[in-house]
């Protein structure tokens, strides 16, 4: 399967006019974004666990990433509520599942293989600083590499937000909106930038709360070598 594959081109996805999908596993759908492959695959998706569902226990060859929307994520590592930032890298292993039903951003097959670093941060408890090149603009470091960089940016209302993806670069917003390209923005919308791409962004009346990821798409994505 292919979805939004074609990565020299700007996709947009505003994920909460969608229909949910069924997964294979009873009480868990998605939106999918984007996709290389099957169910084992270079994906990008929200998903949605329904109370009391959970996956069987699982390891994550490829690594997952994510970022928890709504609700409280589990597994045998903790509770992770609404605003937890996730990283389980390749070869790591859990069982998840949610009590009270939970949505979460997710990103699978996306690491350096090589990467083994742990990650779990409470961005509710982590503090937003000024970003000192880009007025109105509040950044939160969530992660940092060679490979890529991702953070929690606050735009304040009404700001324009220059953009540059040499790499390429992601936004997912959380809270508020925005308007890029004459096309607006809201909550749980999805924008995906191609390797060179530059543009000014204009943050709603609300302003906006916004994961971003930068540097990624350096290199063209392909589908897991499944042995």
């Not at 916004?210 to 798409?217: E, M």
């Amino acid at each position: 399967m292919e979805l939004n594959a074609d990565f020299s081109s700007r996709v947009a996805v505003h994920a909460a006019r969608l229909e949910w999908k069924s997964s294979p596993m009873p009480g868990v759908d998605r939106r999918m974004l984007d996709r290389i492959g099957d169910e084992v695959a270079r994906a990008t998706s929200i998903v949605r666990y329904a109370p009391e569902s959970s996956f069987s226990p699982h390891t994550h060859t490829g690594g997952e990433e994510f970022l928890v929307l709504e609700g409280v994520f589990q597994d045998e590592h903790g509770d992770f509520p609404a605003g937890t930032y996730v990283r389980n890298p390749p070869e790591s292993s859990h069982t998840p599942g949610s009590a009270p039903g939970c949505v979460i951003f997710v990103k699978l097959w996306q690491f350096d293989m090589a990467d083994r670093k742990q990650v779990r941060i409470d961005t509710n408890n982590t503090v937003l600083t000024d970003d000192p090149n880009r007025s109105g603009v509040k950044v939160m470091p969530l992660y940092d590499d060679a490979h890529e960089e991702v953070s929690m940016e606050l735009w304040t209302a009404n700001t324009d937000v220059v953009i540059s993806a040499p790499e390429g670069m992601e936004i997912l917003v959380i809270e508020g909106g925005f308007a890029e390209s004459g096309e607006e923005f809201e909550m749980h919308s999805w924008l995906r930038l191609p390797k060179g791409y530059r543009s000014t962004l204009k943050a709603g009346g609300e302003g906006a709360r916004v994961w971003v990821k930068r540097g990624h798409l350096a290199s063209d994505p392909t589908a897991p070598a499944i042995s």
